[in-house]
């Protein structure tokens, strides 16, 4: 145990669970040479354990799994495909792995074992050559006393009988011995279906022949083992010879019990139990009891199997719920008293099945130092990790899902975002950087950050990245946010590793780590500031099965929204008309603090008519944000938040593309559970996300051919006079600072967008006086290239215009006025103040209906 | 011979394998799915279990059911999962032999062929076998 640490063993058990998955899968691969599902999965386990050997420096590993690799990116890219030359190299690539395997777990190195015939032979077959290096048979016969069997898998079986079972019996203690006929076996491989347990198995009848040929053998195969198929793990059987002839009997009954006692626990917990062979056989027998104490404390239960009690539970509760609600009516102590018992049982019973699920993030974590500092050295990097919050929970199949996308995060952190000890200190930096990990939960998720304190990204050059490969326009990155910028890295195809090497791996880049988090209904974002550091968030649901999630009503039947996407709740109220809903066009907004709220109802996006809440203005907005949006969801009533269990939707209601899922109320109603991202998407279609005034423009662009629909844009601009100008030719709003006019031809002008946007201060054309600020905001109108701006100093409301309430004024720049809630407002001849901006506006032959 | 669980729709008398039928029980209230499909009418809590409820009235070219109406339910299996018929009334279990059990007419409309398997000629009436795979899409 001196030099097989923690990682290196985990590692161990792993790849030889992985191995015997490959043999399986090459097998059937060429069977079904086009099977994709089988190619990535050999192609996965081969990169995993590629991966892992590089960091634990098992070079020769490493260089075979590479080449193995390479070739099955080949057959993975259709460039190959699977014929029974590359599988024997395939195959015999497996073998030569453990090979290595198996001197790495004797003595922890990777030496002696012959990696350059396989990996000629990998690159033969891949050059077009056939393979006829000579099978390195003897090599690891010869080196690696406790493998032969499985290179010889296929051999026929009296070749290789000789050798394990002269070799367990006269000198190694090490060697398996085959399981089935005989129980004392030093094997601690526990799973039944490794490989080595069905070599043993098949080679069996010859050994205990040969066996029994050998006078000096203990009558160790003669005796049936109770549990057959199950290797007795750690049992005590591998002393020398002579001792195992004394004590055959008891070693024997011993091992039997054990094995009936352990049988299934082993097949179940090969991670626990598991100790090399080599530690095993050497070690003393009272560390070996220790071994098992701890083994047995712990089984590995099938995850179907947890879902399964996960659901029953759920049940259990529904059922709870009726019964208090009938106990409460019954008025019978007794009956209550029983009831609130279960009550209790009942939710403990709840906690701790779901307890089962849960392990602590640090499982995922323990790997990280040892990636960060070989990582960090491969990069001449001096890093420091820091782990915060590794006791915080979450659901083992969660885990699972989230520990690829949080190491390259990690890597991604110590490759790219931490400099260099040189450029550091250059920056007034101490020479290491720090890498913090930390978690921890939050509204009913788990919060997971990896923060380093290095360059950060430079949203410029992930501008001008995404625009050289075409992902965006330069037009589209000059409008965008530093945050959306940063949200372009997310894009597929943009992967910064210029050239496939170990580290950057092949082309798995962030848009992998959103595509997997987003598989679990977590996010994924990223903060970054230049020369401080980069952060990136990621937010998973605590578990898959249950959700916390808002109820809420419409048109009296009830559906759930998931919690995650709830920002806040707003109550409308008829009574009060500021909280009232608005109209842009035709599209219902809301004010919230001064910003518009785009408003979805939800009765409309369900078909089932414009809705309460449209209709007479009473209900709730249900702030929601999805990917990069935000919107109102507008509901009748909001019920309640409640822990949800999540059952999935009948096939026949996918295609809908509305709900995510269905689930069964504390009532006993069943209620749907919104896919509010799917919401968006439907309803939001034509927003241009993220640019200022998008929301004015795009409701415009889905009612450009309803121009009548007179609604009006009401303005102050200065001496507290109000102007109404109408709505349908306004394009955008926009706020500029004033240091940005500039001067021509007595024109002011300012710079915009490329192009040269003439101004018209409407307080100077209609004779008020607008105060002097900073910010100047404008109602840009566009005709055709023409576009200009008025100045108004804010923007107070969108109204409906009142045809009746206008009234006849003749002054220069106004057509009227009319009373708007109940103020005198002056429309705006938007004519005349556009040409005062510039008079050619009109001149192009265009529609005259573009401009009102 | 040949097993079906029998029940009537408008009158009509339709039977399902028996093999294919969990349970045949008094209709439960039911959730509606706003967007679904005509023949999807709505989701009912089978014991905890989510159970899609399929009206059978749009594919037989009858008038769909009316909202307040308190039908049978018929719960099928379909690939695994349990799907539940709306029915009138459930009948009997009953043997066909196999010499009475026979290709539906070719009068039948187009649209109804894919969905009825076969007509037995009982003593007093005739009773068409759905395919409860196409009845339960609903499509």
């Known amino acids: 145990m001196e030099d097989i640490d923690e990682i290196v063993r985990e590692f161990l058990v792993e790849s030889h669970e992985n191995l015997d998955q490959l043999d399986r899968d090459l097998v059937a691969l060429e069977e079904t040479p086009g099977a994709r599902d089988l190619l990535s999965s050999v192609f996965r386990t081969i990169h995993t354990i590629k991966g892992t050997s590089g960091f634990l420096a098992f070079g020769n590993l490493e260089r075979l799994t590479h080449v193995g690799e390479n070739l099955l990116v080949e057959l993975r890219d259709g460039k190959r495909s699977m014929d029974h030359a590359t599988t024997d190299v395939l195959l015999r690539m497996v073998d030569t792995v453990r090979a290595l395997l198996a001197v790495i777990e004797r003595d922890g190195t990777e030496g002696g074992v012959d990696v350059d015939s396989a990996i000629a032979a990998i690159v033969a077959v891949q050059e077009g050559k056939t393979a006829e290096v000579p099978h390195p048979r003897e090599v690891p016969a010869a080196e690696v006393a406790p493998q032969p069997p499985v290179a010889w898998a296929s051999e026929p079986v009296a070749a290789p009988v000789a050798v394990p079972v002269a070799v367990p019996v006269v000198e190694s203690p090490a060697e398996p011995e085959p399981a089935p006929a005989a129980p004392a076996v030093p094997e601690a491989k526990p799973k039944a279906k490794t490989p080595r347990a069905k070599i043993a198995k098949r080679t069996a009848p010859p050994v205990s022949a040969t066996v029994e040929t050998l006078a000096a053998a203990p009558p160790v195969p003669a005796t049936p083992a109770p549990a057959p198929q199950a290797p007795a793990p750690q049992a005590p059987a591998p002393a020398p010879a002579a001792h195992v002839q004394e004590d055959a009997d008891a070693a024997l009954h011993a091992a039997a019990q054990q094995a009936l006692a352990t049988a299934a626990a082993a097949a179940l917990e090969p991670v626990a139990e598991y100790v090399p062979v080599k530690e095993l056989s050497t070690a003393p027998l009272e560390e070996v009891g220790q071994l098992r104490t701890a083994a047995e404390s712990s089984i590995r239960v099938d995850v179907d199997l947890l879902d399964q009690l996960m659901r029953q539970v759920g049940e259990l509760v529904l059922a709870r719920n009726r019964l208090s609600r009938l106990a409460g009516a019954a008025q019978d102590a007794d009956l209550a008293r029983s009831a609130q018992q279960i009550n209790l049982i009942a939710t403990e019973l709840q906690d701790g099945v779901m307890r089962t699920r849960m392990q602590p993030i640090e499982h995922v974590w323990s790997k990280m130092p040892r990636v960060v500092r070989d990582l960090a050295s491969a990069c001449g990097r001096e890093v420091r990790l820091e782990l915060t919050g590794g006791d915080t929970e979450l659901d083992r199949g969660l885990l699972e899902a989230v520990k690829d996308p949080l190491t390259h995060l990690v890597r991604n952190a110590v490759d790219h975002g931490i400099e260099s000890p040189a450029d550091r200190v250059a920056k007034g930096k101490s020479s290491q950087g720090l890498l913090e990990l930390r978690a921890s939960h939050a509204g009913g998720q788990v919060v997971v950050e990896v923060r380093d304190d290095g360059a950060g990204i430079d949203p410029a050059k992930v501008a001008a990245k995404a625009v050289s490969k075409g992902l965006r326009t330069a037009e589209q990155v000059a409008a965008m946010s530093t945050g959306d910028l940063l949200n372009l890295l997310f894009l597929p195809g943009f992967s910064t590793a210029e050239a496939v090497t170990n580290v950057s791996g092949r082309g798995v880049g962030m848009d992998v780590v959103r595509t997997r988090v987003e598989a679990i209904g977590g996010t994924v974002d990223v903060e970054s500031t230049i020369g401080v550091g980069t952060v990136w968030r990621l937010r998973i649901p605590l578990t898959l099965a249950i959700l916390p999630a808002l109820t809420v009503e419409v048109d009296g039947d009830v559906y759930a929204v998931p919690q995650v996407h709830v920002l806040e709740l707003v109550a409308l109220d008829s009574a009060r008309s500021e909280s009232a809903i608005e109209y842009v066009q035709t599209a219902p907004v809301y004010r919230l603090r001064g910003e518009l709220l785009q408003l979805v109802s939800l009765a409309e996006v369900l078909g089932l008519g414009r809705g309460q809440a449209l209709e007479n203005a009473d209900g709730v907005i249900v702030v929601v944000g999805a990917d990069d949006n935000r919107f109102g969801l507008l509901v009748d009533r909001v019920l309640t938040t409640e822990e949800i269990v999540v059952t999935p939707l009948a096939t026949q209601l996918k295609s809908i593309g509305i709900y995510s899922g269905t689930t069964v109320l504390g009532d006993g109603g069943v209620a749907l559970i919104l896919d509010i991202q799917a919401v968006a998407r439907r309803t939001l279609l034509e927003v241009e996300r993220g640019q200022s005034g998008s929301l004015l423009s795009a409701a415009q662009a889905a009612a450009s051919d309803q121009v009548e629909a007179a609604q009006l844009l009401v303005a102050e601009i200065g001496d507290d006079r109000r102007v109404a100008m109408p709505l349908a030719s306004v394009a955008r709003l926009e706020h500029v600072r004033s240091d940005e006019v500039e001067m021509v031809g007595g024109r002011e002008v300012i710079q915009y967008r490329g192009t040269i946007l003439p101004l018209a201060r409407l307080d100077r054309l209609l004779g008020a006086r607008a105060e002097a600020t900073d910010e100047m905001l404008l109602v840009v109108y566009t005709r055709g290239e023409r576009s200009v701006g008025l100045v108004v100093e804010e923007i107070v409301d969108i109204v409906e215009d009142q045809v009746d309430h206008h009234s006849e004024i003749d002054d220069r720049g106004l057509i009227g006025s009319t009373v708007i809630n109940g103020r005198v407002t002056e429309l705006l001849d938007v004519r005349a103040a556009v040409l005062a901006a510039d008079d050619q506006f009109y001149e192009d032959e265009i529609d005259e209906r573009e401009v009102a | ?139």
């Open chain 2, 1 to 139: 011979m040949a097993r079906y669980v029998t029940f009537t729709v408008a009158d009509g008398l339709y039977g399902v394998d028996v093999l294919r039928v969990q349970e045949a029980l008094r209709g439960h209230e039911r959730t509606r799915v706003p967007l679904a499909p005509k023949g999807i009418a709505g989701l009912v809590n089978l014991r905890g279990q989510v159970v899609l409820t399929v009206d059978l009235r749009p594919r037989l070219g009858l008038p769909q059911l009316d909202e307040d109406a308190d039908p049978m339910m018929v719960v099928v299996q379909v690939a695994g999962e349990p799907v539940s018929l709306l029915v009138d009334e459930i009948g009997d279990v009953v043997d066909v032999p196999a010499d009475r059990v026979e290709n539906p007419p070719d009068t039948l409309d187009p649209d109804l062929r894919t969905l009825i398997r076969a007509a037995c000629t009982l003593d007093d009436r005739l009773l068409l076998v759905l395919d409860v795979d196409q009845a339960a899409a609903a499509a």
